[in-house]
C-alpha cells in the first residue's frame, strides 16, 4: 500500500501553481505538493507580479514551497516569509539546470558544484525556520561529477529533513532515461524523481530504498495520477469536466487575459492521444476568448 506522503507532486515551471495544485487535490487530497521555484529576490523584494508571493499557503493543506538563490541570508529570510505565509515546508532547489538559474545566478544546479555553499544555505534556512526544509538536487553536474551522495550528507548535516534526488545530472537537462542508484546507508530520507509514471514505479522506488517519489512530467494532462496510484481508482470519465475547472480556476487566479494563453499548453496535455487531438490543438491555440475555449472543449469531449 502506498500512502500520501510517499508522493510528491513536483515544483514545476509555468506548471505548478495554485490552480493545477488545487486540481490534483480534487483527486488526491492530502498528497504533498511543491509550488514553481521562487526566487528568494523576489519574495523578500515582494515583486508584485508575482503572485505566489502573496499566497495563503496555510489554506492549501500539505504544499511545499521551493525557492532558490545563492545568498544564505536572503534565502533565510525568504524562507521565513513563506512559512510565516502558511508553508507546510521549505524545499531548496539544487538541481535546476537552466543557464540563467544554474550559471549566470550561481543558484539551482550551481550549488552541487560548491558544497560549502551549499550546507551554508541549508543551514542559514533551517535556522530561520520551525517547519522541515528540503532540497531537491540531481545526480550530479555531469557524468564525472556524481557526487550526490556527498551532498545528501551536507544536507543532513545541517539539518535537512530529506533530499528529493533527480535520476539524472544537470549536463543531461531532461534527456534520456532517469537512472535512480540504490539507497543505501544514506543519513536522511531519500525521494526520487524523474521518469515516475505509475503506481509500479513508485513501488520499485521503494523497493530501492527511496522513502518516495515525485512525479513531475507524468501528471501533465493527468493531474489524476495521484488518486491512481494512492487507491487504484480510474481517470474521470469525462477529462473535459477537468479541463473546465482547471480553466476556471485559472481565470479566477490569473484574469482571463492572462489565463487564457496560459491554459493552452494544457489543454494540449489533456487531448494527446485522442482522436483530432491534433486538429483541435491548432484551432484552440489561436484562441484568445475564454468563451471559446470553453465552447470547444465542450464540443471535444462532450461535456455539459
Known sequence: M?????????????ISDLPFRTVIRDFAPNVPVVTEMISCHSIVAGHKNCLRNFENYGAQGNV???????????MADAARILADAGASWIDINM???VPKVATRAGAGAYLMR????????????????K??????????????????????HVAADNGASWVTLHGRTRAAGYA????????????????????????????????????????GRAMLGRPWIFGEILDDACAPTNIGRVASRHLDLMIEYYGA?????????????YSAGRPNSAEFRIKINGMMDADEIRNEILQFWGCA
Open 176 to 215: 534520456g532515461a532517469a537512472v535512480h542508484p540504490k539507497i543505501e546507508n544514506m543519513p536522511i530520507p531519500i525521494i526520487a524523481n524523474g521518469d515516475i509514471k505509475s503506481r509500479t514505479d513508485v513501488e520499485n522506488m521503494l523497493a530501492a530504498g527511496y522513502s518516495g517519489a515525485m512525479i
Open 95 to 97: 538541481g535546476c539546470p
Open 2 to 14: 502506498i500512502l500520501n506522503n510517499q508522493i510528491f507532486a513536483a515544483p514545476m515551471a509555468g
Open 257 to 269: 487575459r492572462t489565463a487564457v494563453p496560459m491554459f493552452r499548453k494544457h489543454l494540449a496535455w
Open 131 to 152: 517547519i522541515p526544509v528540503s532540497v531537491k538536487t540531481r545526480l550530479g553536474w555531469d557524468d564525472d561529477n556524481m557526487d550526490w551522495a556527498d551532498l545528501v
Open 64 to 74: 511545499g514551497t521551493q525557492i532558490f538563490g545563492a545568498v544564505p541570508d536572503l
Open 114 to 129: 560548491d558544497h560549502a555553499l551549499a550546507g551554508r544555505i541549508i543551514g542559514a534556512v533551517v535556522r530561520a525556520v
